[in-house]
């Protein structure tokens, strides 16, 4: 799931200038290492699964030619980098210690993952499969796989969890400087009320989905109106559009979760919709 976030320093509160800028970068910079730890592991199933096939072919036909698994990554050093720079956390941000130990836990399993690449590359390149009975050994590599993208993604997200609120309200703080605050904060909120529905969903928190979509309809007809909305502030008029877009995709969402039984899947996908929209709006402003 990808997000952009607009950095725009101001004073806020009792912190100074340079640690919110500096909260709000990190932040950015979580997401950017959750992204390329998608891209990889994203990658790795496909060559995962591509590599299934041609050892279950091989397998019952005793020939044929076995997909290669290349652990090497196009962005290793990239993320080398990121994964330097976010253990650097920023004064003024809340929950450090605990944020810092889920990213440490994250990085930890990238690190596996890259070992277990290297051990799937040589069981591809060495043949070892030949000896594999019913492929246990390929299976059993799957399952820590499988266990590797979890750590990954479950430690990220939490590092993110504990950073959200205090970066969203200083980000609010600061947009309502600023004129085109008008356009901004409505879908901001509505998308970060979105994503904590998500979640509830998830959870199968059926008490708090309710309660967070009253809180959403309570403002949603304010928000998706245009009426009042000075389109000089825009770059072009385009992105009028592309607002009105957001909330039909905020709609159809809405109308995925309030289903008795919604399909995760398509909710999930409508989402991510919204979420591209939010960032083509907010492309304008970069």
């Known amino acids: 799931m990808k997000k952009i976030l607009i ?19 990190h932040y950015n910079q979580m997401i950017s290492l959750l992204n390329l730890y998608s891209n990889n592991l994203e990658n790795a199933t496909k060559h995962y699964q591509s590599a299934d096939q041609s050892l279950v072919s091989y397998k019952k036909h005793n020939k044929g030619v076995v997909s290669m698994l290349n652990a090497e990554s196009s962005n290793d050093s990239q993320i080398k980098t990121l994964e330097e720079t976010v253990l650097l956390l920023p004064e003024g941000l809340d929950n450090k210690d605990q944020i810092k ?24 390149a060495d043949k070892l499969y030949t000896s594999d009975n019913e492929l246990k050994q390929f299976y059993a590599y799957m399952d820590t796989f499988q266990e590797n993208a979890s750590g990954v993604y479950d430690n990220c997200n939490k590092a993110l969890a504990l950073a959200a609120d205090q970066t969203f309200k200083i980000e609010l703080e600061s947009l309502k400087q600023f004129p085109i605050s008008v356009w901004i904060i409505p879908m901001k909120t509505d998308l970060k ?30 928000h998706k109106s ?15 559009s592309v607002y009105e877009d ?24 409508t989402f991510g919709e919204m979420i591209e929209k939010y960032n083509l709006f907010i492309s304008q402003f970069n």
């Not at 509830?200 to 309710?210: A, G, H, I, P, R």
């Not at 009042?228 to 009028?240: H, Q, V």
């Not at 909330?247 to 809405?254: A, G, S, T, V």
Request: aromatic share 10%; hydrophobic share 35%; net charge negative.
């Open 7 to 25: 950095l725009i320093p101001l004073l806020i509160g009792n912190l100074s200038f340079a640690q919110n800028e500096g909260v709000i970068e």
């Open 101 to 124: 130990a889920h990213l440490k836990a994250a990085i930890s399993f990238m690190n596996k993952h890259r070992d277990l690449s290297e051990l799937l590359a040589s069981y591809v």
């Open 193 to 222: 009320t979105a994503e904590t529905l998500f979640g509830y969903l998830e959870k199968k928190d059926t008490k708090n989905v309710k309660l967070a979509i009253e809180k959403m309809n309570s403002t949603l007809a304010e």
């Open 226 to 240: 245009t009426e009042g909305k000075s389109t000089d502030l825009l770059k072009d008029y385009y992105y009028k």
């Open 246 to 269: 957001f909330y039909k995709k905020l709609d159809e969402f809405l109308g995925r979760v309030t289903r008795e039984n919604p399909n995760m899947d398509y909710t999930s996908e």
